[in-house]
């Protein structure tokens, strides 16, 4: 099995790690976590996961796969502080937001690079994964690149121009139906029903909705209107998001995540 070596050890990284563990796709004892500080963070995931805990950079230069999980703020100083211990073939995974495969190898040199789009729900492996590939990935590093993160959901080949868009969708995503369930549940509660069972009936709805667009293959459009009865409530409900510009407001929430995605490549 692959030695895989991340640099960040957040959220993303624990996502993929307990993702890849748990569909045995990475064994524990060849995982190896950094970061910058946080040694109670490292000691933690050592303890939940039973990975190690890369004790020097030197740890780098047999790695197979190295995961770049820092925040793209970070990201250039991450990558000149290993670029001495890497050695000139080890294929790179990046998972940072906006920053393109070319700054990459600016920096750590032309090598095979996968730049990925996940989301956390990589954690219980149902991430939405976009993913680009640059011109020195072989064929079969494409495969297991793709095994790898098809074991955590659905992966999707795009240009790497669009994971921009990617990840302002899929990548943002949760958070934004994260958002969505406290509204609903703010206002289940003001109706005087308990907030567990809120969390429980709109859980439900959403993970139906979501099997429905999955399985009948009929467009949202027309699966909304099976809903919505004329004159009833689902058309009063639609009608004050109307009136609220609810589409406007996703459109304007996907097109800010989007040029902040970009702008997160202009700051490197
Ligand atoms: N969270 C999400 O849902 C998603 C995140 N991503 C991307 O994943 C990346 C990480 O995001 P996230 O996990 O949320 O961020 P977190 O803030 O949770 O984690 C960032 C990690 O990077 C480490 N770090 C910072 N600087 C350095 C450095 N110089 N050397 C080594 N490690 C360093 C931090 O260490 P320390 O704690 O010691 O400072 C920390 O472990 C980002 O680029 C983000 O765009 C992509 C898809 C989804
Ligand atoms: O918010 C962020 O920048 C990261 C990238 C996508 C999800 N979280």
Redesign the pocket.
């Known amino acids: 099995m692959q030695k895989i070596v991340f640099v960040g050890a957040g959220a993303m990284a624990e996502a993929l790690i307990q993702g890849w563990i748990y569909q045995e796709v990475a064994e524990t004892n060849n995982i190896y976590m950094s970061n910058r500080s946080n040694y109670e963070r490292l000691d933690y995931l050592s303890s939940t996961y039973g990975v190690n805990i890369l004790q020097n950079k030197e740890q780098l230069f047999d790695a197979d796969l190295v995961v770049l999980a820092i925040k793209p703020k970070d990201g250039k100083i991450a990558m000149e502080a290993i670029k001495p211990f890497i050695a000139d073939n080890t294929p790179i995974l990046t998972v940072m937001?906006g920053i393109s495969m070319e700054t990459v190898s600016n920096i750590l040199g032309e090598r095979p690079i996968a730049r990925v789009m996940p989301?956390t729900s990589a954690s219980i492996g149902m991430s939405a994964s976009g993913v680009a590939f640059n011109e020195f990935v072989t064929e079969k590093q494409k495969e297991r690149f793709i095994e790898m993160l098809d074991a955590i959901g659905i992966v999707i080949e795009v240009d790497e121009d669009k994971l921009h868009a990617v990840?302002a969708l899929s990548?943002?995503g949760p958070a934004y139906l994260y958002y969505l369930v406290e509204a609903f549940e703010k206002a289940g509660t003001e109706f005087g029903l308990p907030k567990e069972t809120v969390r429980k009936l709109m859980v439900q709805t959403i993970a139906g909705s979501a099997a429905m667009l999955e399985r009948v293959k009929e467009e949202p459009n027309v699966l909304r209107r099976k809903v919505t009865s004329p004159g009833g409530t689902t058309e009063a409900g639609i009608q004050a998001l109307e009136d609220h510009h609810f589409n406007e407001a996703i459109s304007n929430c996907i097109k800010s995540a989007e040029a902040r995605s970009r702008e997160l490549a202009k700051s490197e």
């Open positions: 937001a989301n990840t990548g943002s």
